[in-house]
């Protein structure tokens, strides 16, 4: 076995590192999911809060795991958590209030 086979046939001046496409120069590159599901995440979490509708409070979870399994690392971190700890929240509250299991919404 010879050194040169042991290398592989790669060339080290053709390798060149990618780069994904900046959203500044193309905005429909990016994804509103994690926003939208946020936004929901939050008006769900205060139904539930404010009205003891335990299916809200669930849905309010469902949406905040959605926006964080969605988001980019570069997101404000502070606010995904903050809908996160509303939506738990709303959960341990209409739970606490109701121990009762949870009645379907129809």
Do not use: H
Request: glycine share 2%.
């Amino acid at each position: 076995m010879s050194a040169n086979n042991m290398t592989g046939p790669q060339r080290v001046n053709k390798i060149i590192r990618y780069k994904p496409p900046s959203t500044e120069a193309n905005p429909t590159l990016e994804d509103p999911t994690p926003d939208y599901m946020n936004l929901l995440g939050m008006i769900f979490s205060m139904c539930g809060l404010m009205l003891k509708l335990k299916w809200c409070a669930w849905i309010a979870v469902y949406c905040s795991f959605i926006s964080f399994a969605n988001s980019r690392s570069s997101e404000d971190t502070k606010q995904m958590m903050s809908s996160f700890m509303l939506s738990i929240s709303a959960v341990v509250m209409s739970y606490l209030q109701n121990p009762q299991p949870m009645s379907p919404p129809w």
